[in-house]
């Protein structure tokens, strides 16, 4: 039996729908991924001080000058750029967290971001790389903080528990130096240091509420009246002893991060 003659008509709409099918299966394959990433959950908290380590290979800047100095902050968490980690904090909500509310956020330089769709904590491509845009840093006041040169000082600081009783950690750091890092220990006469570290591992240990508290004393270092980039941390694990205000390479998984330029 002979098989069935198609007619080039019939070869050339064969084709056609072939192409057709594989354009919508590259389509689908195309929105299904940055669906993906849209949908990705956004139960984390990182930080937004400026950070040169970011997905972009942008250079920040944390303080205009001049000079203008290139920031040194860990804040972008992603393991693949590799370390030092900005803090990360898996649930924020679940537990404790600072001030009255806590936004989610997918990384500090990548979107889905709950401050708005295209409103990341970090923006490094734009000059000079926008930072400080988590819009809900409010457990400090920094204007209220006062940093007498080589004096000790305090501030208060307000947190929100939502889980059971536990303990929890604060930790406190303050660019001294206006380096853009974190790593420094100012010497301010004699046996009388003012590290950056200025809060260490503070532990808390609250039941479900709402507490505004007040840092253990610390000795500032602030020769000039300029501003200075600080972070204020609450986790559920103290942080490393040699820590430059970066986090575990697995993050934590309670609390949040929030940085400030304080005056």
């Not at 903080?145 to 000082?153: D, F, Q, Y």
């Not at 220990?185 to 260490?200: D, F, I, K, S, Y």
């Amino acid at each position: 039996m002979k098989r069935p003659a198609f007619s080039r008509a019939s070869r050339r709409t064969s084709l056609v729908l072939a192409l057709a099918l594989l354009i919508m299966i590259l389509l689908a394959g195309t929105v299904w991924a940055a669906w993906g990433s849209l949908a990705a959950p956004l139960y984390r908290d990182v930080g937004d001080a400026p950070d040169s380590t970011n997905h972009y290979g942008a250079s920040m800047v944390a303080y205009t000058g001049p000079p203008a100095v290139t920031a040194a902050f860990p804040t972008v968490y992603d393991p693949d750029l590799g370390a030092p980690y900005g803090p990360m904090h898996r649930y924020p909500r679940s537990d404790a967290w600072l001030g009255a509310w806590v936004s989610q956020e997918n990384d500090a330089d990548l979107i889905p971001d709950e401050d708005g769709p295209d409103w990341p904590n970090l923006d490094p491509p734009t000059p000079p790389g926008l930072s400080n845009r988590d819009e809900y840093d409010e457990g400090v006041t920094p204007s209220s903080i006062n940093l007498p040169h080589c004096g000790l000082t305090s501030f208060t600081y307000t947190v929100t528990v939502a889980g059971g009783w536990r303990t929890r950690y604060v930790n406190v750091w303050f660019d001294w130096n206006r380096d853009a890092a974190w790593d420094d220990t100012m010497n301010c006469g004699g046996n009388n240091t003012a590290p950056e570290w200025a809060v260490r591992n503070l532990a808390l240990t609250l039941g479900p509420g709402a507490y505004t508290l007040t840092t253990p004393a610390f000795r500032a270092w602030k020769p000039e009246p300029k501003a200075q980039w600080m972070r204020i941390t609450l986790s559920e694990a103290p942080f490393a002893l040699n820590s430059v205000g970066d986090g575990p390479a697995g993050g934590f998984r309670y609390g949040e991060t929030e940085d400030y330029v304080a005056p």
